[in-house]
């Protein structure tokens, strides 16, 4: 039925590397224990110690294998390294190129890659140089979105270009229950991955006040506005806040470099201001007016109505999807 066995993993369920810090160690073990995919999200700049105790305090809570994603338009070299020495089961990558020498490294530590690609052309060069799985991401995804393409037009594509080569193809994109889940097994998909739904669960290290917002807002938007200076070139799909839809007609030239300084946290350790505009979510440790940061988010947000613990998550999808199945698609209904 195609919830078996992707990537070796017990359910075709992914949870996306939430970032900066979203999916922690608690997250990520709360899926793998339920039989899915987690993901921890490396920091954005090199710290291989850090990494390292990352994936150790996760293992605190799982003996089931996860993975790391990682965004390769930072500095990452490193952090790759202490994830192979590592041996986690996964290297997600993602915003850059996935190079043959890199697929070749960790294959040889035993670590499968995983890319996120957002077109075709993405999709070609990860087959071309050996991943073993692909996310294809629409532009329905929350945070930061890859392609403009949606779903529905690019993952059956990426499913025919990938043909027999045998690489599962994992989608992504405004897929939060199990009508999703099955409308990208009919696509052709092995497997989703999911941002939104995890970052509201009780073990997602969002702020209390974002994963409230989730469940109160509905709308969400494809936008440039926030954090230009650090990641240029990089669209992305937030929530709709009064203080974003405030904001959202900002001068192309702004950006947070020159702007007030609306808050504290403390991301992987480290402890950074937050300014107006940047690209930065609020995680616990947050502290000054959360209201007016970024709150990344999918396009299926309004589908979402109560935090949940992320093993609940898996285990609906799975249940409800079987069931969707057997009761809606049998051979006599259609």
Known sequence: MGWKGILGFEYGIV???????IAGPELVAAVANAGGLGLLRAPDWESPDYVKELIRNTRKFT????????ILAFPHKENVKAILEEKVA???LYWGECSKELVIEAHNAGVKVVPQVGSLEEAKKAINVGVDAIIV???????????QE??????PRVVDLVGDHGIPVIAAGGIVDARGYVAALALGAKGICMGTRFLATHESYAH????RKLIEYDKTEYTDVFGRARWPGAPHRVLQTPFFCDWKCLNAEENETNQPIIGRTIIHGVEREIRRFAGTVPNPTTTGDIESMVMYAGQSVGLIKEILPAGQVVKKLVEAAQLLIHQTFNPDSI
Do not use: C, M, N
């Open 15 to 21: 949870q996306g590397p939430l970032g900066p810090d």
């Open 63 to 70: 003996d089931k294998p996860f993975g790391v994603g990682v």
């Open 90 to 92: 996964v290297l997600q």
């Open 137 to 147: 991401q629409g532009r329905e995804a929350g945070g930061h979105v890859i392609g």
């Open 150 to 155: 949606g779903l529905i037009s690019l993952l």
């Open 208 to 211: 209390p006040t974002y994963k």
